[in-house]
């Protein structure tokens, strides 16, 4: 099995900047690919960005191009979201969640085919 705890969350207003990290332990060598996804309330889960371990493969929602940035570290098995010009639509609960390798490409923005998740960390970003 693979552990995943989200850190860095909070509460900052438009514009601001946040960074979200994601520890990986345990079974990390059965894990191919990592990615975010959030839930705000009464909404379902969304993708927002994937990135393989090699940081050689990255995708990301259109909502969030060239305002969010996913990166990993191996040496640490850490993934990290840097957040930019953050919006009140970007509020919600995210999670990092881990997958074997795609078939497909929409296999990299697809929920269910992520098996490990973490318990998630809150982003509040007002207006």
């Known amino acids: 099995q693979v552990q995943l705890v989200e850190s860095g969350g909070g509460s900052v207003q438009a514009g601001g900047s946040l960074r979200l990290s994601c520890a990986a332990s345990?079974?990390?060598?059965?894990?191919?690919?990592m990615g975010w996804f959030r839930q705000a309330p009464g909404k379902e889960r969304e993708f927002v960005a994937a990135?393989?371990?090699?940081?050689?493969?990255?995708y990301y929602a259109d909502s969030v191009k060239g305002r969010f940035t996913i990166s990993t570290d191996n040496a640490k098995s850490t993934m990290d979201l840097q957040m930019n010009s953050l919006q009140p639509e970007d509020t919600a609960v995210y999670y990092c969640?881990?997958?074997?390798?795609?078939?497909?490409?929409?296999?990299?923005?697809?929920?269910?085919?992520?098996?490990?998740w973490g318990q998630g960390t809150q982003v509040t970003v007002s207006s």
């Open positions: 345990g079974r990390t060598s059965s894990s191919y690919a």
């Open positions: 990135i393989s371990w090699s940081g050689g493969t990255t």
């Open positions: 969640a881990s997958r074997a390798r795609p078939m497909y490409r929409s296999d990299w923005y697809t929920a269910r085919g992520y098996v490990y």
